[in-house]
């Protein structure tokens, strides 16, 4: 009886394991030196990146279907922490950062998830996503080895990874997270760090493999990245790329960038879809096995998260689906094909290393041939002018120039880069009944601006020590007495800023404005004083446009209006008054009484009036309201005939606008030869943006709010809301 016993007991003991064991095996994800092998399967994946702040919630369902049905494996998104923590222990998961429903959306979608926490991502984004109170915390010094970031650091990263353990998300639980990286592209920094650099890597590599997602960890640009952690590749193009272990670890690009983003005053980049596709098939024969797109979908830069500084509003990034939730052709169709030729390749690709061979001078091929794996063929021809015929297994093959053919059998093509079969996308900007809209109009006062300061101080203060980034609005006030005697001619002022634009104001009128752009960010104005005898009111009201997000101690870098100021043609020498008394006041009067909002839209007495002649009236809000446009296309408001500001519908902020035009060279673009930025862009001569993204889940049937703050002067009168329609 106590030998049968034990036998049972026994008997319950392995049938117990092996359920483990198999319930491990279909939940878990490892790697080897050819792929990620998910649930006990080596796998070639397609990513995208998706950042769910830069849409909204009723988008993201649809947006996450079209990259399922685009071909992609994955959805990427980094993790944004100063929209998660906006103040020390406040935190925010709803709307637009309801990261919980966003990741449940995609396993919904039966697709995978690569969770990029960071929890610094760069991104274009506002301060590269940390939260500006971070940079006021005592004796902190950011990504380095730092007790006060590395606390902070922690802090946040342990919230979010239990965040997704609690609603049992990662793929160990039988949730889409199969991925998670930490920091973010920090190789150069490291080494700008030096030794506090390599340790800071290294206790950030410790932290997170400490949390026992169950997933890989990955670092991007870091070719440094300690075991267990897999080091990546980012970049245009990443064939040339091997993880530090090729042994061990598989080559991954996490960053395949689909086109670039766009600063105001500049051009708007484009690159050619042939040209992407044969930078992923390039990856793939060379042994690559997991590709995310950055961007799939750009997105808007709602309110101010546009970072950079001079970041448009718009996020677009040339994505196979654009910024408005809309396919972008041929980019997505053609993409679509790359992803099904390489997913029939799969099986040869996983089973064998790629075995060279040279076809030509500037052709090739890479073959994956294995007993189980079958066979599969990459025929390259890198020349950027001519066409290429090869002979490959006593077969000829026709090349177009810079392009790649798929053979998934070593016999048949079905997909090459440069033969593109889908039609340009014809993007239509349709007008609506939205137009001529009954604007009232409230004037901001800029003789009161001092009475309201509650800083005064000797000397010129740094903006965001005042502002903590409440605002991109801070004005410097100060007064100069002047003699009849010392007035001489037309005097004039100079003022020197670090940006990021600034418009000066003598006894209460606009001077004249200032502006920076990426090309060279400190500001310099000099023009007519208009100054007189006795008492002169100098205010200087200096704009951010986004913070700077990435670079060694970026969060030690100025701006705002550090001086000079100096005035000439007063007395017989300039005059600097950069030292004497000056009061501080953030923000305007209309943010301070929420003029954006619905709530505060009484709080001051508007004016109904022509605009006529109100259209070089600068710091002037403008409010009216109108009923949402007919039918489901996607919405834009056209913002060409007004000069700098922000914007809000309902109380929700669309973000800043600035009919900055692009300065640049937009010649006729060839998608052959290696590509960069400043290769093939559009928009020169024109606004770099002209419209501006309204989501239509913002809008209700009727009696919708629009208000607009004008910094400059422009005709709102000429505003309407457009329908985006493609064909």
């Known amino acids: 009886m106590a030998a049968s016993s034990a036998s049972k007991w026994w008997l319950t003991l392995l049938c117990t394991s092996l359920m483990l064991c198999i319930e491990l095996t279909k939940c878990s994800v490892t790697y080897d030196k050819k792929s990620l092998i998910i649930n006990g399967h080596r796998r070639i994946l397609f990513s995208g990146s998706i950042h769910y702040p830069r849409s909204t919630p009723e988008m993201w369902e649809d947006l996450i279907q079209k990259a399922k049905d685009g071909g992609l494996d994955v959805i990427d998104t980094y993790v944004f922490w100063n929209g998660h923590e906006p103040s020390p222990g406040n935190y925010n998961f709803e709307g637009r950062y309801d990261l919980v429903r966003f990741v449940k959306l995609v396993q919904k979608a039966g697709l995978y998830m690569h969770l990029r926490i960071g929890p610094f991502v760069c991104a274009e984004w506002n301060f590269g996503g940390l939260p500006v109170w971070l940079k006021y915390v005592p004796g902190i010094s950011f990504r380095t080895d730092n007790e006060p970031f590395k606390n902070a650091m922690q802090k946040f990263t342990t919230k979010i990874v239990q965040m997704m353990k609690y609603e049992r998300l990662f793929e160990t639980q039988g ?307 002047i003699n009849p005697s010392e007035l001489h001619g037309n005097p004039t002022i100079t003022v020197q800023s670090e940006g990021h634009a600034l418009h000066v104001f003598i006894n209460s009128q606009l001077a004249g404005s200032a502006y920076g752009n990426q090309d060279s960010r400190k500001v310099t104005f000099t023009g007519n004083a208009n100054l007189r005898a006795g008492i002169n009111k100098i205010q200087l009201l200096s704009v951010a446009v986004g913070l700077q997000n990435n670079g060694p101690h970026f969060e030690l870098w100025k701006t705002g209006i550090l001086g000079p100021v100096s005035l000439h043609g007063v007395g017989h020498v300039s005059r600097d008054i950069s030292h004497q008394k000056w009061s501080y006041q953030v923000g305007l009067k209309g943010e301070s009484k929420n003029l954006a909002s619905p709530m505060g839209i009484s709080s001051v007495d508007w004016t109904e009036a022509s605009l006529i002649g109100q259209i070089h009236r600068p710091l002037t809000w403008y409010k009216a309201y109108f009923n949402a446009p007919s039918g489901s296309e996607p919405l834009a408001i056209d913002m060409k005939s007004m000069g700098k500001g922000q914007v809000w519908i309902n109380g929700q902020s669309i973000g800043r606008y600035w009919t900055a035009h692009a300065r640049g060279k937009c010649t006729p673009c060839n998608y052959a030869g290696t590509f960069r930025p400043t290769k093939c862009q559009t928009r020169c001569g024109e606004p770099t943006q002209r419209w501006y993204h309204v989501p239509r889940s913002w809008l209700k049937p009727t009696q919708n709010l629009i208000v607009v703050f004008e910094e400059i002067g422009g005709d709102a009168s000429a505003i309407s809301i457009m329908k985006r329609t493609i064909r």
């Open 175 to 481: 949730g889409p997270i199969i991925l998670s990286q930490i920091e973010n592209e920090y190789g150069a920094e490291s080494q700008a760090f030096g030794a506090a650099g390599h340790a800071y890597l290294s206790w950030a590599a410790k932290m997170a493999v400490g949390l026992n997602t169950g997933v890989p960890w990955v670092m991007c640009k870091q070719d440094d990245a300690p075991d267990p952690i897999i080091n990546t590749c980012n970049g245009f193009y990443c064939d040339y790329f091997s993880p530090n272990n090729k042994e061990t670890k598989p080559t991954m690009w996490t960053e395949a960038w689909s086109g670039w983003f766009s600063d105001f005053g500049g051009p708007v980049p484009h690159r050619p879809v042939q040209d992407l596709a044969f930078g992923v098939a390039r990856f793939i024969q060379k042994g690559g096995s997991f590709t995310n797109y950055y961007m799939y979908h750009g997105g808007t830069n709602f309110g101010r998260t546009a970072g950079g500084p001079f970041i448009t509003t718009s996020y677009d990034y040339d994505a196979p689906i654009d910024e408005y939730g809309l396919p972008r052709q041929p980019k997505y169709d053609h993409l679509k094909e790359l992803h099904r030729a390489i997913k029939l390749s799969e099986r040869a690709i996983v089973s064998a290393d790629p075995q060279f061979i040279s076809l030509g001078t500037y052709e090739q091929a890479h073959v994956f041939s294995s007993r189980t794996g079958g066979c599969a063929a990459f025929l390259a021809n890198y020349h950027i002018n001519g066409s290429a015929t090869v002979r490959f297994r006593n077969k000829r093959y026709d090349l177009p120039p810079w392009s790649i053919s798929i053979l998934p059998d070593c016999k048949n093509v079905v997909f090459n880069t440069a033969m593109v079969g889908s039609k340009t996308s014809l993007i239509n900007m349709l007008p609506t009944n939205v137009n001529r809209l009954p604007w009232q109009i409230f004037t901001e006062d800029v003789s009161s601006v001092d009475s309201g300061a509650k800083i005064t101080q000797s000397g010129l203060l740094e903006q965001v020590s005042v502002t903590r980034d409440a605002s991109d609005y801070l004005w410097y006030s100060t007064s100069v007495s």
